[in-house]
């Protein structure tokens, strides 16, 4: 077998997952979004990344998307752009909030 029919193990999926949080994306979402408009648009995030699965996430979502895409579509963008590094958070339980996710700023 070739070098390059290998693929790479994934060892890093845990330490990607560490650079994108619900939170990261909820502040990054703000950039885009007037301030008036911060209080619904985090109210309305807050149930996309307390889903308790991936597919109730999407579906909340996508009603999220037919109030804000006229709006902010940068934001939208951003969202689906880091979807798959995003859903695998729903994973976690509820409970866990950020004590299972060790902070990325602190890192050396």
Known sequence: ???????????????DM????????????????ARKHWAP????????????TPAAAEAVFLEFCEEWEGVYPAMIRLWRNSWEQFIPF?????SCGKSCIPPTR???
């Open 90 to 94: 729903l994973d976690f339980p509820p």
């Open 1 to 15: 077998m070739r070098q390059q029919d290998v693929e790479p193990p994934r060892q890093l999926a845990i330490i």
């Open 41 to 52: 648009i985090t109210k309305q995030l807050r149930h996309v990344y307390t889903a308790p």
């Open 18 to 33: 560490l650079f994108l949080d619900d939170s990261d994306l909820v502040r990054a979402s703000l950039r885009y979004a």
């Open 106 to 108: 602190s890192r050396v």
